[in-house]
């Protein structure tokens, strides 16, 4: 209070006959009034160069209406002078509180407060992290405010996650400002005041990058095995080791970029891939792990979500899953299907109708050189177009006709699995509603039970779970078919705590690294190259050659002995019905009762 009376009575001396006394207000001191005008000067830069200049609205909380009156009529007298009356340059909300609605569009908080207590009263109120800009109104000298911002530093970063906060202390003769550096090469949790020059300030110099180099402090993951994304070797101590996969190798590099240790946490339970989220805030596994600030971000197949974005911060999506249907091909055609191939039912029928007709008139009359030379050209003709069929049919090997689209399988009564991962996404699909079973295991397993199940059934995964099966078992391409008809396409994304300031560093490093094409680089990795066909090009003949030129010797020579086999068999076939007519006609003739057969065997 001294050093108050001292200086007021010093300006009061200067500012005697001064005419700028005319424009203090009613019972402004004039101590107050220059105070507010160093503060409104600061402020007014700061809107114009760092706020208005990116288009930024702020909001300004009135819980200063509660201080003493002295110093509402200080604050008053600041936003008098640093907010434009006319033609504004900045969206201003002016509320105790910022409602839910409008927190998306403001991303500026100004508050005006006497200690850290009505700061955090403050914060606490604003759901969503912003770029905090906090007066600190204090008598404190400056020996002992570093303390007492560093309460206001603490709050906001091990409560709020948010490192974005800058505090303003003003005096008569300066305004300092000041943020928290909390990772430096002595300290990992470092909570000293900072000072910003302020001089041509901008957003950049007053919210500046602050985690680009983490000096080798620690950062714990959750992962979890889910190749090929993700395969982690516990007990090996290398952490350069520990990791494989393609967000095994991305992960490396965002900590090599970052320049943080790397610490894993295993997920809980264990054996869990990932883990469950509700709209209601239920979550399992990693997420709740997240929820309960158990960690500091997941990796590892994680699907970008509506439910998990509202409680949890994340990432821009850094890669694309494409889920398909995988199907095996249906057996092919057996040797006598092969042999009545060249001609449907009604062309058998019309064959077989001519047949008869040319045998009951070649039976009772003589018919004509002419007629028997076209019924000879004609049986040429059909020979032919058979033989030339058969070979054809051979030569390309098509397969059973295979559904295209997924309304198809569904007529068709396919059935479906998937893996505990998977499943979660065919929840978004009511058709597959009583159609899915759940295999145990990884999703790469899927393809194994799907090769033991016999019955019609469609396994529901990703592109990059099939290529790195078939990286693994390249024979068993020809095994499987993908559906022509694309399902569905997802993101992956890396989450954090809610609010945590380390998903914006995390985002521009992914989204440069997409940019490059460094994801695409990884991810040939995978034997895209062995993936099967699809299901409208299963069975053409540009499509089977290569398989067939692939065909070992030993298949071809079953085939071959195959047919051989068919054929020996409907001779067996026609001498038997031979035999019978033979023994039919016998029996008509030594047994009198039996004339009726007599007399049609006499007649054919």
């Not at 990772?183 to 110099?205: A, H, N």
């Not at 899953?321 to 040797?335: F, H």
């Amino acid at each position: 209070m001294e050093l108050r009376r001292a200086v007021t009575g010093l300006l009061l001396l200067l500012l005697l006959g001064a005419p700028a006394q005319g424009s203090l207000w009613p019972d402004q001191h004039p101590m107050e009034e220059l105070l507010a005008m160093r503060i409104s000067g600061t402020l007014q830069e700061i809107f114009t160069n760092a706020i208005a200049a990116y288009n930024l609205s702020v909001f300004i909380s009135t819980a200063y209406k509660e201080m003493a009156r002295d110093r509402v009529k200080l604050v008053q007298r600041v936003l008098d002078c640093s907010l434009p009356r006319r033609e504004p340059a900045l969206p201003v909300v002016l509320a105790s509180r910022l409602s839910d609605k409008m927190s998306s569009h403001v991303l500026i908080q100004l508050l005006f407060v006497q200690c850290p207590e009505e700061a955090i009263a403050i914060a606490s109120d604003l759901k969503r992290n912003g770029l905090y800009v906090i007066v600190w109104l204090t008598t404190l000298p400056e020996s002992k405010q570093g303390p007492v911002m560093s309460r206001m530093f603490q709050y906001f970063l091990h409560e709020r996650y948010n490192i974005n906060v800058a505090i303003l202390v003003p005096s008569l003769h300066v305004v300092r400002a000041y943020n928290v550096r909390p990772y430096t090469p002595t300290s990992c949790t470092s909570l000293e005041p900072v000072e910003i020059e302020l001089k041509d300030v901008t957003l950049r110099k007053l919210f500046p990058q602050r985690l680009k180099d983490l000096y080798g402090c620690p950062l714990s993951a959750i992962v979890w095995d889910i190749p090929p994304y993700m395969t982690v070797h516990w007990k090996r101590s290398k952490l350069a080791e520990q990791l494989e996969g393609l967000d095994g190798l991305l992960l490396q590099i965002v900590a090599a970029k970052m320049n943080f240790t790397l610490r894993l946490v295993r997920n809980e339970p264990e054996s869990l891939i990932g883990g469950s989220s509700y709209l209601n805030g239920t979550f399992t596994g990693a997420y709740k792990m997240l929820r309960e600030r158990r960690a500091n971000f997941t990796i590892g197949c994680a699907a970008c979500t509506p439910e998990r974005s509202v409680y949890l911060s994340a990432t821009g999506p850094y890669s694309q899953m494409a889920y398909v249907m995988v199907m095996r091909p249906r057996s092919g055609y057996s040797i006598y299907e092969v042999m009545l191939f060249p001609f449907n039912g009604y062309a058998w029928l019309l064959l077989a109708f001519l047949s008869s007709i040319h045998w009951l008139l070649g039976s009772h009359w003589r018919l004509p050189s002419p007629a028997l030379a076209g019924w000879m050209f004609w049986i040429f003709v059909i020979r032919a177009s058979y033989e030339a069929s058969v070979f054809n049919f051979i030569h390309n090997s098509p397969g059973k006709p295979l559904p295209r689209t997924f309304e198809e399988m569904l007529g068709a009564g396919f059935h479906f699995i998937t893996d505990h991962a998977t499943y979660r996404m065919t929840q978004k699909l009511p058709a597959f509603e009583g159609r899915t079973h759940i295999t145990p295991g990884q999703p790469v397993d899927v393809f194994d039970a799907l090769l033991k199940d016999h019955r019609r059934t469609a396994a529901f995964t990703s592109r990059a779970f099939l290529a790195q099966h078939l990286t693994r078992h390249r024979n068993e391409r020809h095994r499987l078919v993908i559906l022509a008809e694309k399902m569905l396409d997802n993101m992956l994304c890396v989450y954090f705590p809610s609010g945590s300031y380390f998903a914006w560093e995390f985002n521009e490093i992914l989204f440069n690294m997409r940019s490059f094409g460094l994801f695409q680089h990884h991810s040939q990795r995978l034997d895209w190259g062995s993936m099967p066909y699809t299901s409208d090009s299963f069975g053409r003949s540009a499509n089977r050659g290569s398989s067939v030129s692939t065909e070992s010797a030993v298949q071809g020579r079953a085939e071959s002995m195959g047919f051989v086999l068919a054929a020996f068999n409907c001779l067996l076939a026609a001498h038997g019905v031979a035999l019978a007519v033979f023994g039919m006609e016998l029996l008509s003739r030594r047994r009198p009762s039996w004339r009726r057969l007599a007399w049609l065997m006499e007649r054919l």
